[in-house]
């Protein structure tokens, strides 16, 4: 049976900007470039791919904006390959799962994998300097469970803690990003009742992770989040 000549769709050449992202891309992902590589200036680079410096300099523009380069300019400048920076992970990540409408419930439910995992890590990565702020943020919170959307960032900043003391920073940002899409869900549920029974499981959370008692803590973590995603009617919480 041949196939209807209606059915194809006509194809488009690929820009040559395109294409230099993409080699970029490529090298980077197989190890040929590594952060803080120097890779040329803009006219050097318009002379290897065979382009013109607009067709470069359109390319420099999207792989600056996606963090894969810097350009720098000036006697020592030229294009560099970026360092890495989670937290413009983060920000972006959140920015496109605001985008996409992502459902409160599918984020919590990532949020309570995530949160499991790292308060399991943190349970057997946590320094002294770590336990100290897992304390101090403790004690903050529990002064604010009258103080409504205060408490919240409060608890939110213990949950962060947890996440830094797990010293893997792929969770960390991840988590970061889904709390950002769900801060004002729990702006919004937060009452005093709620925040003193949120302390009362961080305190555990704590004691589990300063016995260096993974299982625990990964438990009593994954309990946590899931009592908050059980009670969550994504209807009523996103208006």
Do not use: C, Y
């Amino acid at each position: 049976m041949t196939a209807s000549a209606g059915a194809w769709q006509r194809i488009r050449p690929v820009r040559a900007s395109d294409e230099i992202v993409r080699q970029f891309r490529q090298a980077l992902f197989e190890g040929q470039l590594r952060a803080g590589d120097a890779v040329g200036s803009e006219q050097q680079l318009a002379l290897q791919f065979g382009v013109s410096r607009t067709t470069v300099r359109d390319a420099l523009r999207s792989l600056e904006a996606g963090g894969i380069v810097e350009i720098r300019t000036g006697v020592k400048g030229g294009v560099r390959i970026a360092q890495g920076d989670p937290n413009r992970f983060a920000d972006a990540l959140a920015v496109q799962l605001k985008l996409v409408g992502l459902d409160p419930r599918d984020a919590l439910a990532a949020q309570m994998g995530l949160e499991w995992v790292a308060a399991e890590l943190a349970a057997s990565s946590a320094s002294e300097a770590d336990l100290a702020e897992l304390d101090k943020l403790l004690e903050q919170a529990a002064g604010l469970v009258e103080a409504g959307p205060d408490f919240t960032t409060s608890a939110t900043a213990f949950h962060e803690a947890v996440a830094r003391a797990s010293h893997n920073w792929a969770i960390e940002t991840s988590l970061r990003a889904i709390r950002e899409v769900l801060h004002e869900l729990h702006v919004q549920n937060t009452s005093a009742g709620r925040a003193r029974r949120v302390v009362s499981t961080h305190r555990q959370i704590f004691a589990a992770i300063r016995a260096h008692d993974a299982e625990l803590a990964g438990q009593l973590m994954r309990t946590h989040i899931g009592a908050t995603r059980n009670r969550t009617d994504a209807v009523n919480l996103l208006r």
